[in-house]
Each structure stands twice: as structure tokens, then as C-alpha cells.
């Protein structure tokens, strides 16, 4: 069962999430000024307000990812919260990946945080577990809560189940050697293009793990094809895969040929675009904000960023990923985490988050100034939430492997309808 | 006991009122039987222990008990993983208990046996000295034994128990209750042909890969380990240096090392040996053929140096008596090999090859960090080199198909048992102890 393909996915998927990353913040720079004071009245108002808020306990606790720079962070603005509402706030290190599990151990016999921290991917499991409680917001912190990036917000429901406040999110853009490609190619001809040019010997005009579905989504579906069909309300329905549409066979046949015209190497993976790109030997190298740091000292001023190319006059969807709090079930203080949870990822205190922990943030009135992390926050605009029912782990092998069957130079069509018959089978078997 | 019964007869009984039945019955409740045969304070110890025990324990291991037969009724209330575990700690106490109690009775009665027959009950300090001779041992060995227990009964007992239950994804406590299901998740790893097929072709590529990865590697070791032996040869020290070299380097970073130098396009073996020579590349991480060699070879270049220095040492142990006698005898090169060195070092080092090969049965290291268990192999959901061990990984993290893990872990237990066992009983080590 265990494939390389979907071993690296696992990373990939756990890295964007778990690494220090990216994500898009200020969704309309527009609407980004004067709003910290106003934030901050509201905060006021639910501390002296309203009778129906429960009394105050002594101390919350929360699980933060191990990271030193997330829990410096987190630290700070818990030591904040602390200072306006006098809750103490316990910060517990403990790996996001394995919070889930922890919860599951914990909730029940009373020992879990208070809040904890999520990738939307999860939102399955934890909704079938029963890990987190069902949001209920106030009118006050539904008003607050309103004001945050809505695909952040429905990638964290279930079912039309509110569990979690998305804090930051990520995604995926061009990186550019401006040695060897100056421009930022508008359009997917233009890149194919440059790929032709520049590709030479061992030099490369534009990589990507291409046998990845998590970053060939884009590529595969410009013109139509989806993973799970949605219903009106956004619930997804698992039986409706679009993974074999016309529409993404013929993006199948795009990447094929890259492979066919050798501007892809095969056994393409995401350690040797990256050992490339920091070479200097790669152009253009499709990755997420995790990897600035490396890119960075490698190439230092010669790296820049851009939001993938457009065809048909369309931009690129890619997959973006949230990550965000979740109010234990089993917890006594559901009002004041949910507080606390809200009071972390509010527009000030992202804003400090972002500095200190680089994540973009979800919270759509926080004005970010880092050119890098631009092209990020526009590639969000053009994105879609990776879909987060159990299902979807049944379809990154399946893909992954149909992928690689592809750059080998098999049936796109064939090995695709394959592949969406095997998840099938596969989500016939889960149960 | 045999022998006090030989004697059983009514005339030699120097107390035949004495009644050995009363004191098995009066054992009932612990330490009665005990004071029937007048040793008071015995009596008494067992009696406050045993009570102690029941009154402290007696609702934990009742409410235990029906826990694992119910594994909980009120979902998000009752966690059904703590009612199985502690149903598991209930029944291995009461297993405790059942023994205690069986020790206390047989004692008793004993006991009472023996008065009948004329033996003195031996007073207080009597009676501890001689407990403490006895049941010295006992005393030492009993921690560990109780820890043992705990340590590695109750994680078995777990598994085992989990693959009888319907314990994945979509029945997690603790939002669900788990329910017994049975052996349905043997009948489904068998029936459900998405399961039947990718099991038969990992359990199949297990076994092939166990058995030629080791053999191999045992008979590289054997052919290098008797060359170096041999006395005309020179800078003997050296050369064994370098034989045991792999062994030096971790495992977990020599297979990552090679990894990458197997890679299709960029690694050193294509890219410097294979295309220069024959000037195309082969698909070592592409192709699951070509996978599974490059596994097998990597594996044998591992494990060969464990068993050549096993082999090296045994070789310098063979008296060079034998040789001498066979050249006499005029044995040539290979019936000197056949019969004096095979026989001797398959005699001693039996049992650790036999290891070797249920190590590699479940030798998770090499398939997972080489590849992954990859390539896809199309029409199929495990990877083209997966074994059971790297499958049931995938189960276990990444499909969290709990229960099925647990079914394959059963049967991959089972194997490997089996196959120890009977390897180990029929090896001549076990069996002719002495003979050379």
C-alpha cells in the first residue's frame, strides 16, 4: 500500500503543513485599514459585556506545533492574551501531525488542550473521531469570525459543521532563477517556451514533481476536472470524481509531453527539483513558501517569485491548505478557547504571527509587506481548499501512481479511468 | 506426590483424622484450609491478602471483564480502546488469581497429606525459613515476571483483540463504540478481492524476497569467509577490515546513500556504470523487477558481514586435526569443504542464520527507506516491493485500517513463529548437543 509516490505525498502534504510556511493573508488590501482598534473594542465588549458568558476559568491550555519559531510566537501572543483577559495560558509543544491522535487519547479522559491546532485536511478524521467541538458563536464573535478568508473558513467545517478558526494558509507559486529566466512567463506557451529554450544537457527551463497530484492539480484541471464534486452548500460528494473528465485527460496529455519532450527528467521528485533549483540549475521550479529559506540562500537576490502561468486566458487553480484552531470536545472552557482561538488569529495578532513564524495569514484585513510572500497571497486568490473528507486520502496514490505511469508514456485516458476505478474500489473498502 | 501416595494406607496414617479433602475444601476460602492443618499464621496471611485482594480489586475486575465483552454503551462517554485495555489488565489479573488460588488449594492440601502421614507441622520460624529455600528463586524471578506481563502480553493481547473488532477509520472511538465482529476481518483479508489479491502478492514477494535476500547473503559470507580463511592468503587483517566494513555504517544511512545513487536518471550507478557501459539506464526505481533486485542486492551487501565474521570466527575453530586426517585420507578441496567445514559451521551458527532470515521476513528498513515499498505497479494498491511488514505500516498510518493491521500482524506473527520453531527444533545445534 505504501507507494513512493504517496509516501511523498504524506510529506508533501505534511511538510506544507507542518513546515515553517506560507499562505495568503489580506484578502482585499482594501479593507486592511483601521481595523485593529476596532478588533480590539470587541474584545473589550465580550470581556465586560453580555451576560451569557460563562465565568472565566483560571487557565487554558494549548497544544502548539513543536516549531521553535511557532512557539515563540505563540508564546508571545498568549502572554498578550493573558495581559487583557487574565486567563493563563498554558503552551504545550507538541508535533501538529501527531495532535490528532494525542486527542483522541487525551480528550476523553479529561487531559486534552483546550485548543489545538489542525491542517483542514484533517477535518475528516477529527469529525469522525469526535475530537473537536461544534463552533457556537456568539453574534459578537460570529461578526469577528466573518471577517476571515471563506475558503479558509469552509476548509475548516464538515458536513456544514463549523470546528475550526483558520489561522494560516498556504500554497504553491512559480519560483524564477533570474539568472536564467528573467520574465515571469504570462502564459502557459510562454513557459513552455522558456522550458524549450533554456532546457539544455542538465540544466532545466521549468520543473515540478509532475507525478505529484498535489502539485500537478493546477496543470491537470486549467479547463475543467475536479477531485470530488461539491454540492450547493459545499459538501463534497465522494462518489463524483472528476479525476478522468476529458478536461483532465487532456491536462494529463500537457504533462505527458513534458515528460515525452524530455523537459522533465524521469523519476522526477521533489528532493531533486530542489537540489536543481538551488544549483542553479533549473529555471523555473513550481514549490511553496516553505522552501524560501533554502531557495533563498542558495540563490540569494536571483530568486524571485510568481504566480503560475495563465492558459486560456485563465489562471491556474492550485491547492491550497489551512491550518487552524480546534476547541477540544471534551473541554470545559469551549466559550474562552474559542476566545482565545479567535483573539490568536485576529488581524493584529496574525500580523505578529506572520513576523515571527512567517505563516500567512487567514484573516483576510492583515496588510503583509514582503515581496516574495505577494505572490503567494495572489496564487491563494486563485485556489482551491484540497478536499477534506477521509475519502481524499484514498486518491493521492491512486493519482500519484497514474502520474508516474504517465511520465512514463502510458494512455493518459486509460491509466487515469483506471486510477479513478481503483479509488473507488478503495473508498467501497474503507468501511 | 506420587510417592506419598504409594503409601496411602490407612495403616500407616499416624493421624488418620486428619481429612486432606476437608482441607482442599476448607481452601475454598483461602487460608481456612490452611488453619485446619494448624499452621495459623500461614492461614492467616493468605487469608488477609486474598481478602485484601478481592475487596480492592473484585469491582475493577468484574466491571473489566464485562467492559470487554460490551467494550462500552454510551458513545463519546465510553471509550471503547480503555474498556479493551482494561478488560485486557482485568483478565490478566484474574489469570493471576485463578493461579494463586490453585497454588492455595494444592497447598492446603498438601499439607493435610502429609500430617495425616506423621509429619510435623514446623512452627512459625520453621515454616519461613524453609518457604524462603524453596521459593527463593520465585521471589527473584517474580517482578519481571509480573512486568512481562504488562510489557509484553498486554500489547500482544491488544493487537490480537483489535483484529476482532471493527477499529478503523469510520468506527474511531472515541465518537464510536467498537464492536466484536468476529473473524470477519480474516474472512474479509481473504473473500474481498480488492484485499485477497494485494495480499497473496505481497505474502508471495515476502516470502521470495526472505528467502533469496538471505540466502544469498549467507552464501556470499560462506564463499568469502573460506577464502580468507585459507593460509596462503596475505594481508588477511586487511581484508577482513574490509568485509566488515558495511556492517560499520548504519543501515538507515546506507540504504538512503543508495537510494540515491539508484535513481533513474541522476544516481551514480546509471549515470557512471550502466550508461557508459551499455549506454542505456535501467529503471531500478521504475521498474518493480528491477526494484526488487536492487533491493535483494543491497540487502545481501548488509547483511553479509554480520554472518561472515560469524562464519570467520567459527572456521578458526575448527581443529586443523581433520584437515590433517583427510589429506591423509587423500580428500580433495571440496570433500574437505563438504564434509569437515559446512557441517561445522552450519552446526554452530544454525540458530543465528535461521534469524537472519525471520529478520528479514519483517526487515522493514531496507523496503521502506529504498523506495518506499514503489513502484506502482498498475492494477494493484500495494507497491511493487512492499512486504507484509511495510504494507501493514501503510494500514496502520496512513488508511488507519486498524483492525486489518492487526489481522495481518496475526498471520505475519504466526508465520514467523511457525517457521522459527520448526527451523529451530530441527536444527542440529538443538537437537545433537555434543556431538562435535
Redesign the interface.
Known amino acids: ?8 505525498m ?1 510529506l508533501m502534504v505534511v511538510s506544507s503543513i507542518g513546515l515553517v510556511a506560507c499562505g495568503g493573508g489580506n484578502n482585499d488590501d482594501v479593507n486592511a485599514p483601521a481595523n485593529d482598534s476596532e478588533t480590539d473594542n470587541m474584545n473589550n465588549e465580550t470581556t465586560t459585556g453580555e451576560g451569557d458568558v460563562p465565568e472565566k476559568p483560571e487557565q487554558l491550555t494549548m497544544w502548539v506545533n513543536d516549531e521553535e519559531a511557532q512557539l515563540d510566537a505563540n508564546e508571545a501572543l498568549a502572554e498578550k492574551f493573558t495581559e487583557e483577559y487574565g486567563i493563563d495560558v498554558e503552551i504545550i509543544p507538541f508535533s501538529m501531525v501527531d495532535q490528532a491522535e494525542g486527542m ?2 487525551d ?3 479529561g487531559q486534552g488542550a483546550d485548543l489545538f491546532f489542525q491542517p483542514h485536511d484533517r477535518m475528516g ?1 477529527i469529525h ?4 473537536a467541538a461544534e463552533l457556537e458563536l456568539t453574534d459578537d464573535q460570529q461578526e469577528r469570525f466573518s471577517h476571515y478568508n471563506e475558503d479558509a473558513v469552509a476548509s475548516l467545517s464538515y458536513e456544514e459543521v463549523q470546528y475550526g478558526i483558520p489561522a494560516v494558509m498556504e500554497t504553491y507559486a512559480l519560483f524564477r532563477n533570474t539568472d536564467l529566466v528573467p520574465e515571469a512567463p504570462e502564459t502557459m506557451e510562454e513557459l513552455m517556451d522558456i522550458a524549450h529554450d533554456v532546457t539544455d544537457g542538465d540544466t532545466y527551463g521549468f520543473l515540478m514533481n509532475a507525478t505529484d497530484l498535489y502539485f500537478t492539480y493546477p496543470f491537470l484541471t486549467p479547463n475543467g476536472g475536479y477531485v470530488f464534486g461539491q454540492d450547493e452548500n459545499g459538501v463534497y460528494d465522494p462518489n463524483d470524481i472528476g479525476l478522468n473528465t476529458a478536461e483532465a485527460v487532456e491536462g494529463a496529455k500537457v504533462v505527458q509531453s513534458w515528460f515525452d519532450e524530455d523537459l522533465i ?4 521528485d521533489m528532493d ?1 527539483v530542489k537540489g536543481l533549483f538551488s544549483d542553479g540549475k533549473a529555471g523555473m521550479v513550481v514549490s511553496g513558501a516553505w522552501d524560501i529559506p533554502e531557495f533563498q540562500s542558495a540563490l540569494g537576490d536571483n530568486m524571485e517569485i510568481s504566480m503560475l502561468p495563465k492558459v486560456d486566458d485563465e489562471l491556474l487553480t492550485t491547492f491550497n491548505g489551512t491550518k487552524g484552531w480546534l476547541v477540544n ?1 471534551y473541554t470545559e472552557h469551549q466559550y474562552w478557547a474559542t476566545e482565545l482561538a479567535l483573539f490568536l488569529t485576529n488581524a493584529e495578532n496574525s500580523h505578529t504571527y506572520f513576523e515571527m513564524a512567517g505563516e500567512l495569514p487567514a484573516h483576510t484585513e492583515v496588510e503583509i509587506e514582503d515581496e516574495l510572500m505577494t505572490a503567494f497571497f495572489d496564487q491563494i486568490q486563485s485556489s482551491v481548499p484540497m478536499p477534506n473528507i ?1 475519502e481524499t ?2 486518491v493521492w ?2 493519482m ?2 497514474a502520474l ?2 504517465i511520465s ?1 508514456g ?1 494512455d493518459p485516458q486509460e ?1 487515469l479511468d ?1 486510477a479513478v476505478e ?1 479509488i473507488k ?2 473508498i467501497s ?3 | 506426590m506420587a510417592r506419598i501416595n504409594s503409601q496411602y494406607d490407612q495403616d500407616t496414617l499416624v493421624n488418620p483424622k486428619h481429612n486432606p479433602t476437608v482441607a482442599a475444601l476448607l481452601s475454598v476460602i483461602p487460608g481456612l484450609g490452611q488453619m485446619y492443618n494448624k499452621r495459623y499464621v500461614k492461614g492467616a496471611v493468605l487469608f488477609i491478602l486474598f481478602a485484601a485482594f478481592v475487596i480492592v480489586m473484585i469491582e475493577f475486575i468484574s466491571t473489566g471483564l464485562q467492559g470487554l465483552i460490551t467494550l462500552g454503551e454510551v458513545p463519546r462517554e465510553d471509550d471503547s480502546r480503555v474498556f479493551l485495555s482494561n478488560g485486557i489488565i482485568s483478565l490478566i489479573l484474574t489469570v493471576f488469581f485463578l493461579g494463586f488460588y490453585y497454588l492455595n488449594i494444592q497447598d492446603a492440601l498438601k499439607d493435610a497429606k502429609r500430617i495425616q502421614l506423621g509429619w510435623k507441622v514446623p512452627n512459625m520460624r520453621e515454616g519461613f525459613r524453609n518457604a524462603w529455600d524453596t521459593s527463593f528463586p520465585y521471589l527473584l524471578i517474580a517482578p519481571g515476571l509480573f512486568l512481562l506481563m504488562f510489557v509484553v502480553v498486554f500489547p500482544l493481547l491488544y493487537m490480537i483483540f483489535i483484529a476482532f473488532t471493527n477499529f478503523n477509520l469510520y468506527n474511531a472511538p472515541p465518537r464510536e463504540i467498537l464492536e466484536w465482529i468476529g473473524f470477519q476481518n480474516f474472512i474479509n483479508l481473504f473473500t474481498i478481492n480488492e484485499w485477497r489479491n494485494t495480499f497473496v502478492n505481497v505474502l508471495s514477494w515476502t516470502l521470495i524476497w526472505t528467502f533469496v535476500a538471505t540466502t544469498l547473503q549467507i552464501a556470499l559470507a560462506m564463499f568469502l569467509a573460506v577464502i580468507t580463511n585459507d593460509p596462503r592468503l596475505k594481508f588477511k587483517k586487511l581484508i577482513r577490515t574490509v568485509f566488515i566494513l558495511p556492517w560499520a555504517v548504519p543501515a538507515f544511512v546506507t540504504i538512503i546513500i543508495f537510494s540515491a545513487l539508484f535513481h533513474d536518471t541522476f544516481g551514480a550507478i546509471n549515470t557512471q556504470i550502466i550508461i557508459p557501459l551499455f549506454g542505456e539506464g535501467i529503471p531500478w526505481l521504475q521498474n518493480a523487477t528491477w526494484t526488487k533486485i536492487a533491493l535483494i542486492m543491497i540487502q545481501v551487501w548488509l547483511g553479509f558481514p554480520f554472518i561472515y565474521a560469524l562464519f570467520t570466527g567459527v572456521l578458526q575453530g575448527i581443529s586443523s586435526d581433520w584437515y590433517e586426517a583427510a589429506d591423509i585420507d587423500g580428500a580433495s578441496r571440496w570433500q574437505k569443504f563438504r564434509n569437515i567445514t559446512f557441517p561445522h559451521l552450519m552446526f554452530a551458527t544454525a540458530p543465528l542464520l535461521i534469524m537472519q532470515y525471520s529478520f528479514n521476513f519483517n526487515n522493514f528498513n531496507v523496503i521502506y527507506l529504498f523506495n518506499q515499498g514503489g513502484p506502482a505497479v498498475r492494477g494493484q494498491t500495494a507497491g511493487g516491493s512492499d512486504i507484509l511488514i511495510s504494507w501493514v505500516f501503510g494500514l496502520t498510518f496512513e488508511n488507519q485500517q486498524y483492525n486489518m493491521a492487526a489481522a495481518v500482524s496475526i498471520i505475519l506473527g504466526i508465520l514467523v513463529a511457525t517457521f522459527a520453531f520448526f527451523q529451530f527444533r530441527r536444527s542440529r545445534s538443538f537437537k545433537e548437543e555434543g556431538t562435535f
Not at chain 1, 128 to 131: A, C, H, N, T, Y
Open positions: 500500500m505504501l507507494k513512493s509516490k504517496s509516501f511523498l504524506s483522541s487519547l480528550g476523553p479522559s478524521d469522525l473521531q469526535g475530537l527528467p524521469d523519476g522526477i531533486i470536545y477521509p486520502s484514498k496514490e491512486p500519484n501512481d508516474e505511469f512514463q502510458d491509466v483506471e481503483q474500489e478503495q473498502i474503507m468501511n
